[in-house]
């Protein structure tokens, strides 16, 4: 049972490039999300995804564009990487909301990019 | 809305000695907590949730944490330090928001055991 998992773990980017960094998950979970690690300011909401082709914005979407094809993947795309986007983008899910509301977030290993 | 805050960005405590890692939260609803430990380049991994059953909660590695709401506090603890505890921490909220559930962190509390 691999959980959670995130492709690529580390990349390099000159700036004005693109990427997309791919979130599977094996649980059949319905809630998908992604956040941006940066020293300090704990981990925040990029964008999130409630079921499969359904996508909404965060606490930072700007710079970012997400699709949830199929439920099992969330992908993180930059169209045009800037230096500011430097950071450890972690991918998370969880199962249906409506009594589960005690459940928790299960998380990846974390993707380390850097934009130079 | 719901926010945490940690307000202890850093924690140095000898080996042996008791660790407190403080959190405050703010929520509209009764609120999901949790808390969360990260190990240098390592993803995040869970130590323990708050799930309304009982206000001292038990997590792994003989972590607890006590939901005190009247203070709006959800403090980790743990008797006696380890090295392997060497870590950050993160407290986490969780509520109900138009019938979606996010998870607001905190800003994180980084963690030195000392020998």
């Known amino acids: 049972n691999a959980g959670v998992t995130q492709t690529p773990k580390f990349r390099v980017l000159k700036t004005g490039q693109s990427m997309t960094l791919l979130c599977a998950q094996d649980?059949?979970?319905?809630?998908m999300y992604w956040y941006r690690q940066d020293p300090g300011m704990g981990l925040r909401l990029i964008h999130y995804?409630?079921?499969?082709?359904?996508?909404a914005k965060g606490e930072v979407p700007d710079g970012y564009n997400v699709s949830r094809l199929k439920k099992q993947n969330f992908l993180l795309g930059l169209e045009s990487a800037a230096p500011s986007q430097t950071s450890v983008y972690f991918c998370?899910?969880?199962?249906?909301?409506?009594?589960?509301?005690?459940?928790?977030?299960?998380f990846g290993q974390g993707t380390r990019l850097t934009v130079v | 809305a719901q926010s945490v805050t940690q307000l202890d960005s850093h924690v140095s405590v000898s080996e042996g000695t008791p660790v407190l890692l403080r959190c405050n939260y703010s929520?509209?609803?009764?609120?999901?907590l949790f808390w969360y430990v990260q190990h240098p380049n390592k993803g995040l991994q869970l130590l323990l949730k708050y799930t309304s059953a009982a206000t001292l909660v038990k997590g792994i590695n003989g972590f607890e944490a006590e939901f005190k709401k009247s203070e709006t506090s959800f403090h980790l603890t743990k008797p006696s330090a380890h090295m392997s505890d060497a870590a950050e921490y993160f407290c986490v909220v969780s509520a109900p928001t138009s019938g979606t559930y996010k998870y607001i962190f905190g800003t994180g509390t980084r963690l030195k055991v000392l020998a």
């Open positions: 998370a899910s969880r199962p249906t909301g409506g009594g589960s509301m005690n459940t928790e977030a299960f």
């Open positions: 929520s509209s609803y009764s609120p999901s």
């Open positions: 649980m059949n979970h319905e809630y």
């Open positions: 995804s409630v079921g499969e082709g359904t996508t």
